[in-house]
């Protein structure tokens, strides 16, 4: 409460006529919150002061009668008593003068105001002081929240903008930097500004900014992804938050803007690798089902194969009885081999170096594939009857082969023709063609068509890998790939391998008959039954004795107790210890006891078991006749 005019008393405080009047005055005066002050005019001493002024000061009443402020040391700036003199002199009054006062000890921030009095004793003057330390306290506060605003605003990774009316009020030096621009170019812009005429989308970016500022006004908030164009053209994506504010005195918007370009791509390339790794996982669960699948197979075809090499090993004459067993005999052999280039196929047969006979592994495939996915075109085969063989492994060849067909088929859309050919090339390199009359591949697809995961499939199609595994596989054998297409002409792949020296000419020999080797005394291990009882057959025809057992514990047992076999024929993947569990513990029982480890999957741990204990041999399944002679023969 501040007195602006004059207050016309009769009486000067004390006087004893009218004690009413006195008695209110005495309480408005006391009842002031502020220090009051009542002095006379021309010596400025003081006639009587306020309950607060006592309070404030720490003086008596006493203390402070007759005496002025300068005796009472209430100026703490003595300019500024001698300017409030010259301007009471002047005017005839003080309206908030702001200095510095000392008062109860302290000396703080005030404001002195001076009001005249009409008495009967002539002019006074009613002093008012009102104490600014709070205020200039909050003040400061105030600043230094704004500073410590101002300070986020300007640090902040992120751009942020203020809108008013829909243009920029104040912007960020990171908001500047994502537009590639100036702070002073930003400001007075709208967003349409810098954003180009459609989203991502296909909605122009008016319709969905006034949609988005719809957002802001119904729920408070907007947030929402938006393509911005930078002041140089370049365009990225933006993460855009907008939320509306009370700021100097209005409303604005109050716009965040956070480039998400790279984050989207890398989710992306996430996503990307994510299926592939989803893919991958399925395709070895899939070669995982085909090695137990194989297995199994390979179980059966071996006591085929057994039992068929036992039926034909007595001297039979020529008749239906014979060629029944012969065409059985050729048939479990064919199936074998189809089980071999399934395995190799899902990666579940370890690389092997050998000389490849091309043209026989073209043949395999091709009856691999014959009854389904070539069966959809027309195959025509041109192949080499003098080709050089070349050194490489059989399996990875043929995996890359059945790629390359797979691809051709698909290219066709199952109508078309399809020629592989193998021939002998100058400098002693041997050549794989493979040709499709499908649709070919543009320019820009055949420059990319050899890097990993590029497809031009649809999704679930393929994985952009088959080119690529077949370019890895002829470079790892030291060859070279060629790839020829246009649109509407078709595809033609060359593989060239370096051939190695054509065998001796002249016809093959005879394949010489089972060498004869001493009886032997056989521990045969094996979980499937037709197993045993073939394989024991084929032993008994061999002119051995076979004791069975059909678990690993089992065979142990019998060692145990005594048995004195002088070979072992010990199944790969049996329950329970199976091979792997049985073969180190029968070591320990005979050290020196050969083994014949038998498994339809000869996988890289079948490998490394063999490899890590003496007189140990692997007997791929399904074997024949000749196959269990000749490993026995070798052990014994």
Known sequence: MTMDAPIPFDHAPGVQDGPGLEAKFRRIFDGFSLPLAFTETREGRILDVNEAWLK????????CLGRNGAELGLWAVPEDREAIAARIAAEGCVKRFETRLTLGGRTFPATVSAHPVALDAGPHLLWEFEDLTERHQVARDVRQREADLRALFELNSDGVVLLRDGRVLDANPAAAAQLRCSRERLLGTTPWDWSPDFQPDGQASAIKG????ATVQRDGVARFEWVHRRMDGECYLAEITLIPIQFGGGPVIYGTMRDITERKKAEEQRLHLQAQLLH?????SLGSLAGGVA?????????????TSANLTPPWEEGVARASFETI???????GAMVRSMLAFARKTPATDGNVDLNGLT?????LLERTTL??????????????????????????LMNLCINAVDAMEGAGALNLATLNLDGGWVELRVEDSGCGMPPEVLERALTPYYTTKEEGRGTGLGLALVYSTVKAHGGELALESAPGAGTRVRLR??????????????????AAIRPLRVLLVDDDELVLRATAMLLGTLGHTATTAATGEEALECLARGLDPEVVILDMNMPGLGGHGTLPRLRALRPDLPVLLATGRADQKAVDLVAAHARVSLLPKPYALEDLNRCLGDLA
């Open 56 to 63: 404030t000061s720490g003086l008596t009443l006493e203390a």
């Open 497 to 514: 391998f370096p051939g190695v020296a054509a065998p001796s000419a002249g016809s093959a020999p005879a394949a010489a008959p089972p």
């Open 280 to 284: 991958a996982q399925k395709m070895d």
């Open 295 to 307: 297995h199994d197979m390979n179980n059966v075809l071996g006591a085929i194969l057994a039992l």
């Open 210 to 213: 006034m949609a988005m500022v």
């Open 375 to 400: 069966a959809r075109v027309r195959l025509t085969l041109d192949l080499d009857g003098e080709l050089r063989p070349i050194r490489g492994d059989a399996d990875a060849l043929a995996q890359a």
């Open 329 to 335: 005999h050729q048939a479990a052999l064919r199936g």
């Open 363 to 367: 043949g395999e495939v091709v009856r």
